[in-house]
């Protein structure tokens, strides 16, 4: 039979065992984790501009086509400009931002900071803007594209940590992604409407309204939700922006 | 026991450790262990497949370090004791991945994280490698892990083809058939279905294997 001080000097002992092993292990790991991270940021951003990087040569591909990181402020002007590997207005790379934080921030009534990036792939001028929100079991993010005029969609890529396999997880495929190529996030007049990720099918909407439309997951209502709505909060905060571009 | 000492590695006894799990005592038709993933990770069949070598590894491993423990560790906290060496495990496996092969790590997602709670493992350890030596206990491990992998490779199968129209992610019902007609079973796609074809996996097998089938 065993003591209780047994039990407890085992646990003890298990637990710094144990304590000791994972964080030396988070920690020797933790330099390649981050490279890894950044790498897929760049490969989200570049795969909204239909740039299909892999891990080894995404730092390439973005150093080529993404001509402007771009930082604007909820007046929608441009306080952050790194172009060419150097700062031109501002100290901080849209890149470096923490959207998590900025949502925090804009959510208490501080102050914010948008990321904006501008690319050029062979000719072809767009902007490209990161996405964050919530799905079902956790976040959900994404990259959207929208072409010079700041309305049509060219392209859009997301991600998930958690949603669930073969129904919300399914946003990451391309066939969901490709849908949104074409949308328009304004509607006639000029007013901020968004794209809808639409349940039942984006022709369930009247035909004037299938422009900022697309279909839902089978399955995956809440994720599909959660697309629309981290489209709609992210979106509108750069419209100031977009209009004083169009103005011009 | 020294006859033990001298046993082949693989005498007909620790093949049976082999071999049991995948028919006469599955952990998933037979024990009914292990459900819960059963549903969660088996609308498609990459994902299935994916969940299957990650619960070899960790259970061969927990299985054996458990077994090397086995005369040290305290009967009243053993079930502390194999749940922080499966969370650790788990964690490891999961750190490791993030940082060498980012990419299967994403797709591996949530899938890591649920093999923590998945009662295979569980039951496993306090059920064998708690009163058995470290080589049946890897085998016993190794064995479970493939009898939970076909049942849910085959219930990810029948799900992803009549489900999606698809396997592994091609699509191999051919469009002719779409356009006379004929439609993906949304409902295949939703866990309830994935507990049917469980439920007609566990029906056949009964009623082939004469060792499953009860008296009365």
């Given at each position: 039979m065993y003591s209780n001080?047994?039990?407890?000097?085992?646990?003890?002992?298990?637990?710094?065992?144990?304590?000791?092993?994972?964080?030396?292990?988070?920690?020797?790991?933790?330099?390649?984790?981050?490279?890894?991270?950044?790498?897929?940021?760049?490969?989200?951003?570049?795969?909204?501009?239909?740039?299909?990087a892999t891990s080894s040569n995404a730092v390439d591909l973005y150093e080529r086509y993404i001509l402007e990181e771009i930082v604007i402020d909820p007046q929608g002007e441009v306080i952050g400009l790194y172009k060419n590997g150097a700062f031109e207005t501002g100290d901080v790379r849209a890149f470096h931002i923490d959207l998590k934080k900025e949502q925090y921030n804009k959510a208490v009534g501080a102050d914010f900071k948008m990321p904006l990036y501008y690319a050029d792939i062979d000719g072809q001028k767009m902007y490209i803007i990161p996405l964050l929100g919530k799905g079902l079991w956790g976040p959900v993010y994404g990259n959207i594209a929208l072409g010079e005029d700041f309305n049509t969609i060219v392209g859009a890529s997301f991600g998930?940590?958690?949603?669930?396999?073969?129904?919300?997880?399914?946003?990451?495929?391309?066939?969901?992604?490709?849908?949104?190529?074409?949308?328009?996030?304004?509607?006639?007049?000029?007013?901020f409407v968004s794209v809808q990720v639409v349940r039942g099918g984006a022709a369930i909407l009247p035909v004037s309204r299938q422009i900022h439309g697309v279909d839902a997951i089978s399955g995956g209502t809440i994720t599909s939700n959660g697309v629309s709505e981290m489209l709609e909060s992210n979106l509108k905060n750069y419209i100031k922006y977009f209009k004083k571009q169009v103005n011009i | 026991m020294a006859n033990q000492v001298n046993e082949p590695l693989f005498s007909a006894k620790n093949r049976k450790l082999l071999t049991d799990p995948l028919n006469t005592s599955n952990p998933i038709t037979v024990q009914v262990l292990g459900i819960c993933s059963a549903l969660a990770v088996t609308a498609k069949m990459k994902p299935a497949f994916v969940m299957t070598l990650s619960v070899i590894m960790v259970l061969a491993i927990a299985n054996v370090v458990i077994s090397l423990l086995r005369n040290g560790i305290p009967p009243r906290i053993r079930i502390i004791v194999q749940l922080v060496v499966i969370a650790s495990l788990v964690i490891l496996v999961d750190q490791v991945l993030k940082a060498y092969?980012?990419?299967?790590?994403?797709?591996?997602?949530?899938?890591v994280g649920l093999i923590i709670t998945n009662c295979i493992i569980m039951g496993r350890l306090e059920a064998f490698a708690m009163g058995n030596k470290a080589w049946p206990s890897l085998l016993d491990g190794i064995g479970n892990a493939f009898g939970y992998g076909w049942v849910l490779i085959a219930v990810a199968f029948f799900r992803e083809l009549l489900g999606s129209g698809t396997l592994w992610g091609y699509q191999v019902i051919p469009n002719v058939l779409y356009d006379i007609g004929y439609k993906n079973n949304g409902f295949m796609i939703l866990p309830p279905m994935a507990l049917i074809i469980v439920g007609a996996i566990i029906w056949i097998q009964r009623s082939r294997n004469k060792q499953l089938i009860e008296a009365h």
């Open positions: 001080s047994y039990v407890f000097r085992y646990a003890i002992i298990m637990v710094v065992v144990v304590a000791a092993v994972l964080s030396t292990a988070a920690l020797l790991l933790k330099p390649a984790q981050d490279r890894n991270i950044a790498v897929a940021k760049m490969q989200g951003i570049l795969a909204a501009a239909q740039v299909q998930h940590d958690k949603e669930t396999p073969g129904l919300g997880a399914e946003i990451e495929q391309v066939f969901f992604q490709e849908q949104f190529i074409g949308k328009k996030i304004m509607d006639e007049s000029g007013k | 092969v980012y990419d299967v790590s994403r797709q591996l997602s949530v899938f």
